[in-house]
């Protein structure tokens, strides 16, 4: 950003040093351009202070974040570990003929089991069993 203004500063004394007049209309014109480039080149600057600022303070959050989760849920809290001790049942539903897919708890319940795709009854505690494939 430094460079920016230092750019926008060159132009400025150029158009000084060429001896261009503010009372003609190129002179004008070329004043108030530069003019204009400074203030961008500032609104530029202030808005890369005040990124910076948000990065340094997301950063800091992210961090608190991680030690309340810490705290909450365990150290070792990631979704994996509990994906690899879930063990399914793929199904082939008798109505529609979709395999589904059931974590083996569920049928430790004593609800019906219902199909996800057409909402029928594949299986219920009163004996209407299903065909399964362990996964």
């Known amino acids: 950003m430094y460079d920016l203004n230092e ?6 004394g150029l158009v000084d040093g060429t001896g261009i007049k503010e009372d003609t209309d190129e002179g004008k014109l070329l004043t108030h351009i ?16 005040s990124q910076s600022e948000l990065d340094d303070y997301v950063e800091t959050i992210d961090g608190d974040l991680t030690d309340l989760e ?8 990631g979704g994996e570990e509990k994906e690899e001790d879930s063990h399914y049942i793929e199904v082939e539903c008798p109505h529609c003929h979709e395999t589904v897919y059931f974590d083996e708890g569920i ?3 004593e609800d019906d ?8 009854t594949i299986y219920s505690e ?3 069993d299903i065909e399964s ?3």
Not at 7 to 12: D, E, I
Not at 34 to 49: F, G, K, P, R
Not at 70 to 77: I, M
Request: with cysteine; proline share 2%.
């Open 7 to 12: 750019r926008v500063s060159y132009l400025r």
């Open 34 to 49: 530069i003019d204009v480039l400074d203030e961008m080149a500032q609104a530029m600057s202030e808005l890369e202070t």
């Open 70 to 77: 810490d705290q909450v849920f365990g150290e070792e809290s």
């Open 107 to 109: 049928f430790d319940g």
């Open 113 to 120: 089991i219902v199909c996800p795709n057409c909402n029928k």
């Open 126 to 128: 009163d004996g209407n």
């Open 133 to 135: 494939h362990s996964d």
